[in-house]
């Protein structure tokens, strides 16, 4: 990728540094806030499940509508009946001015009964809600496209709807970046059989398969440039990721089925949160400057992928 492979060769150890590169990049990096993160989380973080969580993800739907509609983006409610109910993906653009590509930032919103998905996925929509902000001030050349996907923890028919429709059109999809758990930092990290990773949880992850090895490189690359005090653990997996099914249980998954490529960016969930899928995967769990250095990443890695205009 030509935009990642011009800044080989620099050693970035600070944003010192970075200032000298792109001025734009180091803006987007500055302007994401802590603050601003910590408010999303507040507002988002209680069951969201379609049981007896329903009225808050609904709630939840409505809080990142608004909050999209806020950055002045073009919003559309992708609404999907399963089981007899209807539910909705959020989804707002911004147009790029070549419209030939996009780029997407997704997250789901939904929890399992009985969590108030702090980690899983409160955190991952904050990130998503900090990127859409912060990108919003500048323009790009390929259309940024943000989406909060219900009903990941139900087999993920939302992003199934969303990708499906997205194949029959033939939508040019440049990369997605999945924000599937991002604010949980841990003392332990257990690893899968064959997989190299770091025994103490202080990593972030970037998963991809094979299509998606460029955006992986970028993501990790960008990080190393723009926060590198973030350590990032790469994997690329052969196929789609049958041979490890973990590494397939999130939204991205329909994305590399349909040939797309996409990046699942994680804390690892169950492989270092003790509070995944529990009441007790609350706020205070959370590590924000890390979840805040998360969602910096992602802002620059998706910026560059749409490519300043
Ligand atoms: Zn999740």
């Not at 049958?242 to 040939?259: C, I, K, M, Y």
Request: net charge negative; hydrophobic share 45%; proline share 6%.
């Amino acid at each position: 990728m030509a935009l990642t492979a011009s800044f080989e060769g620099i050693a970035l150890q600070d944003l010192t540094q970075v200032r000298r590169i792109d001025p734009m990049l180091r803006q987007i990096v500055e302007a994401v806030s802590e603050g601003r993160v910590r408010a999303h989380l507040e507002a988002l973080i209680r069951p969201r499940d379609p049981y007896a969580g329903y009225t808050s993800m609904e709630a939840a739907a409505d809080f990142i509508a608004e909050t999209l509609r806020g950055c002045s983006l073009h919003l559309v409610e992708e609404r999907f009946r399963c089981e007899g109910r209807w539910y909705r993906n959020v989804i707002a653009s911004q147009p790029g001015s070549c419209r030939d590509g996009q780029v997407l930032i997704v997250a789901h919103y939904d929890t399992v009964p009985n969590s108030p998905g702090a980690d899983d996925n409160a955190s991952g929509v904050a990130g998503l809600l900090e990127v859409a902000g912060v990108l919003a001030r500048y323009r790009f050349k390929h259309d940024l496209v943000f989406i909060a996907f219900a009903l990941e923890e139900y087999g993920n028919p939302g992003s199934l709807y969303y990708v499906e429709r997205a194949k029959a059109c033939d939508a040019a999809i440049r990369g997605v970046f999945d924000l599937e758990m991002i604010g949980y930092l841990g003392q332990t990290q257990a690893v899968p059989p064959g997989i190299q990773a770091p025994a103490v949880g202080d990593f972030i992850g970037v998963v991809g398969n094979r299509r998606s090895e460029e955006l992986v490189s970028l993501f990790k690359e960008t990080a190393a440039m723009v926060v590198p005090s973030l350590p990032v653990q790469a994997l690329v997996v052969e196929g789609n990721g049958e041979n490890l099914p973990l590494v397939r249980q999130s939204d991205h998954t329909p994305f590399w089925e349909a040939g797309y490529p996409a990046v699942m960016i994680t804390d690892t969930a169950f492989l270092r949160n003790p509070h995944y899928h529990l009441p007790s995967d609350t706020l205070d769990t959370l590590n924000l400057p890390f979840l805040r250095q998360v969602t910096a990443a992602t802002a620059a890695s998706a910026a560059l992928l749409a490519g300043f205009a």
